[in-house]
């Protein structure tokens, strides 16, 4: 079955909603990838996140004899079976942590165990967040048991597309599944994950989410299964892991440890060191002597990386390292492990700056260095010697001179195509502190350091991306996954894919506020679709779109409104077609301009973009409707769907039981910080996930009966949940028991909490025959029953109220919305006008003064002020599939899905005239055609097609044959012939007098025949895509001739295109 949509629909005709909702990441244009080659080369993958990655070699290791006691600790730990399976190593910036991590990786790893590490890393790129952290462990898991390769293979191979899903998925289906299959006796033990610098993610939430993933491995224990954490101590480390219970975890603060054992360890340390520095600049034998080491370990003040800081500047001095140990041994030693951190930095930077400059000389100098220094340490992602070179617009040249003195705080490889990073990210607090970094020629303005970048960054962009089809294919369906990495690592090279991905966040960060006709406003009118173009080779539409929400939340509308109109109509164009931006990005050209709006600022800015190949384009709506986004992925029909207060997530439901694994019905609600959501279940229960990871966190047992239905309270400290065994039920989130249960005589169907009110709303319905119907207020503190509204004669879904919690809509299958007196009870007003193709289903509460507006199924809104239809949005009808009529116009047949053909008299329009028919049918009607003598054409679900009389009603003809379902029929001029084309892969020709079977075509046999085909939501010529077809515009039925295409949509439209033959480009 195809993939069900949902529709995310602009709020301006229903009441406001925040910006940035709708935002969804992910999904296809047609289909799965086909895998070539090695499938596990999906998988994302950050080369840089192992403890041994190339270019790590000089990372060090404990010495021999040093940290002996937290080591054989950790040992312990790994090798035993007390059912503590997470070692938790905490401790201050500098203690040495990740020195521990990289030992105790290394020995695990010499022994041939079972195995897999992340090093996470503030400005690393890939290492800076957990988009790739579940396919790096699975992929460097593989390489150490052949087993479990062969299960993630299999894996990789029944979902193509998982790669592209939420962590928790991945994790669950790349690393929980293969490992549970696993035999314990198929590995060397034990399986260990080494995770370093927890706390340095970008965001608290990849933080919860690492730790929810692993609270969740619990079971694997009987493969003795150990995660080894080091991490600071911060506030979102410690929160994330409060999921992990006391009993499952071991914890270690580093800097707890006794001064004496850590001063002994750093004092071998540096004896080690500075031996090594002795021997190699052939320095005098007793040199630097133990007090001179006995006064660095003091000015150490416990802190590994001021040692190591310390030595390494002291190498660099060459035969004057003696100058170098006595600029560091200058001043007494403190107590405090910051300030003592604070001068040797200091210490190290004026040191870089020659005296033999002058005064003048000097500040071109310290200029260089605060501009290269301070673009490292701002940067989002770490950048080689080439790359900031060409992105600061200097020569290789002087960056080599303004660094060359700084290896003791950077790392600086020779090989300039590596990257440039600091040894700690303590130099990173250094310099963007002026309260630690007092010399003002070294500190670095952090907000004048982005704003510098941002016009780094659109500089190079205006100059690289200033052509359509950056990459040169001239194939408008050309995909991303067609094209080789190396090709788009010639293309876009570590400085442009830079530029592309942060600039937005650089200016974000400068606190820069964008303006009509400035440089940012310049760009996009220039190079939008080439910027959207190069994210999407670059796989990074999503981060593109969440470019431009931020983009348009930093624009005041008052102040710059040309600026923000075009980014708020870029946020439209985007997210309509993100489908199939990210996998076809030459479509941007194609397919999301001619299908834009007619007004659409981006349209008609960029109207000269469309290819002359599109000699017809089709007629367009003149403004965007109020669908954002259609999301594709539920397999079977979506019942449920709800946005989180913020606007920043959205929930779905289906009968594909994939909410969220654990039950199979809806979503019903989402507390206040989108941290929470709520579903209710066939068998009773109603759970609480965490929307972030995804975890199951409570099931609230207590109906007797399927629980449909639930709601949060305003400030998110109740629950409201209703049942078929007549309850409704409030719950504290998160701790146990109900907090009370109040009772209906019949199944509730809906509740609700009333805005700016301590009061629940629920509704119920009586059994099928009585139709009794009931709705309640209940008070939400006392659990007291306030009103009782009567009036609706079928039972009521919704229960929206205005905001100061006065007034109160119920809508109902009785086709009415009533308006109620939230504290009187009393009916203020009854909606009517609904009509039979749709119930009322949805209502929503405007906050315009004075309105509520409600939604219905059938397509219209009504507004409560007068009580009138407002609006009717034909295009999301149901029920009726098609309205064909005789060629002489009087006469008009609709098809069902109650399976009845009816005729019309098209003239009086009052009614099924004298000469209707009501024709049953076995299936849904799925297409009616007009034919000559008065024939008529019914296709129908079951794989047959039937002609009847349309004066006499008589069936004259049942075609049978098709293996699938009849999607279209049509008769040849002179009605002698019928086709049927069918989802069987055939057309079909038959004889329209006797029915007999003439001939029948194979799908790839018509596409040889012809030029042009529609296929898979795709304009084809000769087989190749060349014109995608946005959700809105895909069609029910296709007519072909020559190089025109006819498209018919089941909104009722009809769209004309004409292509020019020959080479697209």
Same mark, same amino acid.
């Given at each position: 079955?195809?993939?069900?949509?949902?529709?995310?629909?602009?709020?301006?005709?229903?009441?406001?909603?925040?910006?940035?909702?709708?935002?969804?990441?992910?999904?296809?244009?047609?289909?799965?990838?086909?895998?070539?080659?090695?499938?596990?080369?999906?998988?994302?993958?950050?080369?840089?996140?192992?403890?041994?990655?190339?270019?790590?070699?000089?990372?060090?290791?404990?010495?021999?004899?040093?940290?002996?006691?937290?080591?054989?600790?950790?040992?312990?730990?790994?090798?035993?079976?007390?059912?503590?399976?997470?070692?938790?190593?905490?401790?201050?910036?500098?203690?040495?942590?990740?020195?521990?991590?990289?030992?105790?990786?290394?020995?695990?790893?010499?022994?041939?165990?079972?195995?897999?590490?992340?090093?996470?890393?503030?400005?690393?790129?890939?290492?800076?967040?957990?988009?790739?952290?579940?396919?790096?462990?699975?992929?460097?898991?593989?390489?150490?048991?052949?087993?479990?390769?062969?299960?993630?293979?299999?894996?990789?191979?029944?979902?193509?597309?998982?790669?592209?899903?939420?962590?928790?998925?991945?994790?669950?289906?790349?690393?929980?599944?293969?490992?549970?299959?696993?035999?314990?006796?198929?590995?060397?033990?034990?399986?260990?994950?080494?995770?370093?610098?927890?706390?340095?993610?970008?965001?608290?939430?990849?933080?919860?989410?690492?730790?929810?993933?692993?609270?969740?491995?619990?079971?694997?224990?009987?493969?003795?299964?150990?995660?080894?954490?080091?991490?600071?101590?911060?506030?979102?480390?410690?929160?994330?892991?409060?999921?992990?219970?006391?009993?499952?975890?071991?914890?270690?603060?580093?800097?707890?440890?006794?001064?004496?054992?850590?001063?002994?360890?750093?004092?071998?340390?540096?004896?080690?060191?500075?031996?090594?520095?002795?021997?190699?600049?052939?320095?005098?034998?007793?040199?630097?002597?133990?007090?001179?080491?006995?006064?660095?370990?003091?000015?150490?003040?416990?802190?590994?990386?001021?040692?190591?800081?310390?030595?390494?500047?002291?190498?660099?001095?060459?035969?004057?390292?003696?100058?170098?140990?006595?600029?560091?041994?200058?001043?007494?030693?403190?107590?405090?492990?910051?300030?003592?951190?604070?001068?040797?930095?200091?210490?190290?930077?004026?040191?870089?700056?020659?005296?033999?400059?002058?005064?003048?000389?000097?500040?071109?100098?310290?200029?260089?260095?605060?501009?290269?220094?301070?673009?490292?340490?701002?940067?989002?992602?770490?950048?080689?010697?080439?790359?900031?070179?060409?992105?600061?617009?200097?020569?290789?040249?002087?960056?080599?001179?303004?660094?060359?003195?700084?290896?003791?705080?950077?790392?600086?490889?020779?090989?300039?195509?590596?990257?440039?990073?600091?040894?700690?990210?303590?130099?990173?607090?250094?310099?963007?502190?002026?309260?630690?970094?007092?010399?003002?020629?070294?500190?670095?303005?952090?907000?004048?350091?982005?704003?510098?970048?941002?016009?780094?960054?659109?500089?190079?962009?205006?100059?690289?991306?200033?052509?359509?089809?950056?990459?040169?294919?001239?194939?408008?369906?050309?995909?991303?996954?067609?094209?080789?990495?190396?090709?788009?690592?010639?293309?876009?090279?570590?400085?442009?894919?830079?530029?592309?991905?942060?600039?937005?966040?650089?200016?974000?960060?400068?606190?820069?506020?964008?303006?009509?006709?400035?440089?940012?406003?310049?760009?996009?009118?220039?190079?939008?679709?080439?910027?959207?173009?190069?994210?999407?080779?670059?796989?990074?539409?999503?981060?593109?779109?969440?470019?431009?929400?931020?983009?348009?939340?930093?624009?005041?509308?008052?102040?710059?409104?040309?600026?923000?109109?075009?980014?708020?109509?870029?946020?439209?164009?985007?997210?309509?077609?993100?489908?199939?931006?990210?996998?076809?990005?030459?479509?941007?050209?194609?397919?999301?301009?001619?299908?834009?709006?007619?007004?659409?600022?981006?349209?008609?800015?960029?109207?000269?973009?469309?290819?002359?190949?599109?000699?017809?384009?089709?007629?367009?709506?003149?403004?965007?409707?109020?669908?954002?986004?259609?999301?594709?992925?539920?397999?079977?029909?979506?019942?449920?769907?709800?946005?989180?207060?913020?606007?920043?997530?959205?929930?779905?439901?289906?009968?594909?039981?994939?909410?969220?694994?654990?039950?199979?019905?809806?979503?019903?609600?989402?507390?206040?910080?989108?941290?929470?959501?709520?579903?209710?279940?066939?068998?009773?229960?109603?759970?609480?996930?965490?929307?972030?990871?995804?975890?199951?966190?409570?099931?609230?047992?207590?109906?007797?009966?399927?629980?449909?239905?639930?709601?949060?309270?305003?400030?998110?400290?109740?629950?409201?949940?209703?049942?078929?065994?007549?309850?409704?039920?409030?719950?504290?989130?998160?701790?146990?028991?109900? @907090?009370?249960?109040?009772?209906?005589?019949?199944?509730?169907?809906?509740?609700?909490?009333?805005?700016?009110?301590?009061?629940?709303?629920?509704?119920?319905?009586?059994?099928?025959?009585?139709?009794?119907?009931?709705?309640?207020?209940?008070?939400?503190?006392?659990?007291?029953?306030?009103?009782?509204?009567?009036?609706?004669?079928?039972?009521?879904?919704?229960?929206?109220?205005?905001?100061?919690?006065?007034?109160? @809509?119920?809508?109902?299958?009785?086709?009415?919305?009533?308006?109620?007196?939230?504290?009187?009870? @009393?009916?203020?007003?009854?909606?009517?006008?609904?009509?039979?193709?749709?119930?009322?289903?949805?209502?929503?509460?405007?906050?315009?003064?004075?309105?509520?507006?409600?939604?219905?199924?059938?397509?219209?809104?009504?507004?409560?002020?007068?009580?009138?239809?407002?609006?009717?949005?034909? @295009?999301?009808?149901?029920?009726?599939?098609?309205?064909?009529?005789?060629?002489?116009?009087?006469?008009?047949?609709?098809?069902?899905?109650?399976?009845?053909?009816?005729?019309?008299?098209?003239?009086?329009?009052?009614?099924?005239?004298?000469?209707?028919?009501?024709?049953?049918?076995?299936?849904?009607?799925?297409?009616?055609?007009?034919?000559?003598?008065?024939?008529?054409?019914?296709?129908?679900?079951?794989?047959?097609?039937?002609?009847?009389?349309?004066?006499?009603?008589?069936?004259?003809?049942?075609?049978?044959?098709?293996?699938?379902?009849?999607?279209?029929?049509?008769?040849?001029?002179?009605?002698?012939?019928?086709?049927?084309?069918?989802?069987?892969?055939?057309?079909?020709?038959?004889?329209?007098?006797?029915?007999?079977?003439?001939?029948?075509?194979?799908?790839?046999?018509?596409?040889?025949?012809?030029?042009?085909?529609?296929?898979?939501?795709?304009?084809?010529?000769?087989?190749?895509?060349?014109?995608?077809?946005?959700?809105?515009?895909?069609?029910?039925?296709?007519?072909?001739?020559?190089?025109?295409?006819?498209?018919?949509?089941?909104?009722?439209?009809?769209?004309?295109?004409?292509?020019?033959?020959?080479?697209?480009?």
């Amino acid at each position: 079955m195809s993939d069900q949509p949902i529709e995310i629909l602009s709020a301006k005709n229903f009441g406001p909603i925040p910006d940035n909702s709708g935002v969804v990441v992910g999904g296809d244009v047609s289909g799965p990838a086909t895998i070539i080659g090695d499938p596990l080369q999906l998988l994302p993958f950050a080369p840089q996140a192992s403890f041994n990655a190339a270019g790590n070699d000089d990372d060090s290791l404990c010495l021999h004899n040093t940290r002996v006691e937290i080591l054989k600790q950790i040992n312990t730990w790994a090798n035993g079976d007390d059912g503590r399976y997470i070692f938790w190593l905490s401790g201050w910036a500098g203690v040495g942590k990740s020195t521990i991590a990289r030992t105790i990786a290394r020995e695990y790893y010499d022994k041939e165990c079972f195995m897999a590490s992340f090093f996470f890393s503030r400005g690393g790129g890939d290492v800076s967040h957990t988009g790739k952290f579940v396919g790096t462990i699975a992929l460097q898991l593989a390489q150490r048991c052949a087993a479990f390769k062969s299960l993630l293979l299999n894996a990789v191979s029944n979902n193509e597309v998982i790669a592209g899903t939420v962590l928790k998925d991945q994790w669950n289906e790349l690393v929980l599944q293969p490992l549970s299959k696993l035999e314990a006796g198929s590995f060397q033990a034990p399986l260990l994950l080494i995770i370093d610098a927890l706390d340095e993610c970008d965001k608290e939430s990849d933080v919860r989410q690492v730790l929810q993933l692993l609270s969740d491995s619990r079971h694997l224990g009987r493969l003795h299964f150990r995660v080894f954490i080091t991490s600071r101590p911060d506030i979102p480390v410690r929160h994330g892991f409060l999921v992990v219970p006391g009993q499952d975890r071991q914890d270690f603060v580093l800097h707890n440890i006794s001064q004496s054992i850590v001063d002994g360890d750093i004092f071998t340390f540096l004896q080690h060191a500075l031996s090594d520095i002795q021997q190699k600049f052939a320095l005098t034998k007793n040199w630097p002597g133990d007090e001179a080491i006995k006064h660095l370990v003091r000015k150490s003040a416990g802190l590994f990386i001021w040692a190591s800081t310390a030595c390494r500047f002291i190498s660099k001095g060459r035969q004057l390292a003696s100058n170098r140990l006595s600029l560091v041994l200058e001043g007494a030693p403190t107590t405090q492990p910051e300030e003592e951190l604070n001068r040797i930095y200091t210490t190290v930077l004026k040191s870089s700056v020659g005296d033999y400059f002058d005064e003048q000389d000097k500040e071109e100098v310290y200029y260089s260095l605060r501009k290269t220094l301070g673009t490292i340490i701002i940067l989002f992602s770490s950048l080689p010697t080439l790359s900031l070179a060409k992105l600061l617009h200097i020569d290789t040249e002087e960056i080599g001179r303004t660094l060359g003195d700084l290896h003791s705080i950077l790392d600086f490889p020779k090989d300039p195509t590596q990257p440039v990073r600091p040894h700690h990210p303590s130099l990173r607090d250094f310099l963007l502190s002026p309260q630690r970094c007092r010399d003002p020629q070294f500190w670095v303005d952090e907000k004048k350091a982005h704003k510098a970048m941002v016009n780094h960054c659109i500089q190079l962009m205006s100059q690289k991306l200033n052509q359509k089809d950056l990459c040169g294919l001239g194939d408008p369906g050309a995909r991303v996954a067609q094209v080789p990495p190396e090709n788009l690592a010639r293309c876009f090279p570590a400085e442009l894919q830079y530029a592309c991905e942060y600039w937005v966040q650089h200016l974000q960060r400068s606190g820069t506020q964008p303006y009509d006709d400035d440089q940012v406003h310049q760009f996009l009118q220039e190079h939008l679709l080439h910027w959207l173009e190069a994210l999407s080779w670059m796989g990074k539409t999503s981060e593109g779109i969440l470019a431009i929400l931020s983009l348009e939340a930093q624009i005041p509308a008052d102040k710059s409104p040309n600026l923000y109109m075009f980014v708020h109509d870029a946020k439209r164009f985007v997210l309509y077609n993100r489908l199939v931006i990210e996998q076809a990005p030459l479509q941007l050209y194609c397919s999301a301009l001619i299908f834009a709006p007619e007004k659409s600022i981006i349209r008609r800015r960029f109207e000269k973009c469309i290819p002359t190949w599109i000699q017809m384009k089709p007629r367009v709506q003149v403004n965007w409707s109020a669908a954002l986004q259609t999301l594709e992925g539920h397999s079977r029909p979506v019942t449920s769907v709800a946005f989180s207060p913020d606007g920043k997530l959205v929930a779905s439901g289906s009968y594909d039981k994939t909410t969220l694994e654990g039950h199979s019905n809806s979503v019903t609600g989402l507390l206040a910080d989108g941290k929470l959501v709520a579903s209710g279940s066939d068998n009773g229960t109603v759970r609480l996930w965490d929307a972030v990871a995804g975890a199951a966190l409570q099931t609230l047992e207590g109906h007797s009966r399927p629980g449909h239905v639930s709601a949060f309270s305003p400030d998110g400290k109740l629950v409201a949940s209703g049942s078929d065994d007549g309850t409704v039920r409030l719950w504290t989130p998160l701790r146990s028991g109900p @907090a009370d249960a109040r009772g209906h005589p019949d199944s509730v169907t809906s509740v609700a909490f009333l805005a700016g009110r301590q009061a629940v709303a629920s509704g119920s319905i009586g059994p099928r025959r009585a139709r009794t119907t009931r709705r309640s207020l209940w008070d939400a503190v006392t659990g007291a029953a306030l009103q009782t509204l009567e009036g609706h004669s079928r039972p009521s879904r919704q229960w929206p109220s205005r905001p100061d919690g006065k007034l109160v @809509a119920s809508g109902s299958h009785d086709e009415t919305v009533r308006l109620w007196d939230a504290v009187t009870g @009393a009916a203020c007003r009854t909606l009517e006008g609904h009509s039979d193709l749709g119930h009322v289903s949805g209502l929503l509460a405007g906050r315009q003064a004075g309105g509520v507006r409600l939604g219905r199924q059938d397509g219209q809104v009504l507004g409560r002020r007068y009580g009138a239809a407002l609006q009717t949005l034909e @295009a999301i009808q149901t029920g009726s599939r098609q309205w064909p009529s005789r060629r002489t116009g009087k006469l008009v047949a609709s098809g069902s899905d109650d399976g009845t053909v009816r005729f019309w008299d098209a003239v009086t329009g009052g009614g099924p005239c004298r000469r209707s028919r009501a024709i049953p049918s076995l299936g849904h009607v799925s297409g009616l055609l007009a034919g000559p003598a008065s024939w008529w054409r019914q296709a129908r679900m079951t794989g047959r097609s039937r002609l009847w009389d349309a004066v006499t009603g008589a069936a004259l003809q049942t075609l049978e044959g098709h293996s699938n379902w009849v999607t279209s029929v049509a008769f040849s001029p002179d009605g002698k012939l019928v086709a049927s084309g069918s989802h069987d892969g055939t057309v079909r020709l038959w004889d329209a007098v006797t029915g007999a079977a003439l001939q029948t075509l194979k799908i790839d046999s018509l596409e040889r025949l012809r030029t042009l085909i529609v296929s898979n939501n795709w304009v084809k010529e000769k087989g190749r895509n060349i014109l995608w077809l946005p959700p809105n515009y895909r069609a029910t039925c296709v007519a072909v001739w020559d190089a025109k295409v006819v498209l018919g949509h089941s909104s009722g439209g009809i769209s004309f295109l004409q292509f020019k033959e020959g080479l697209k480009g």
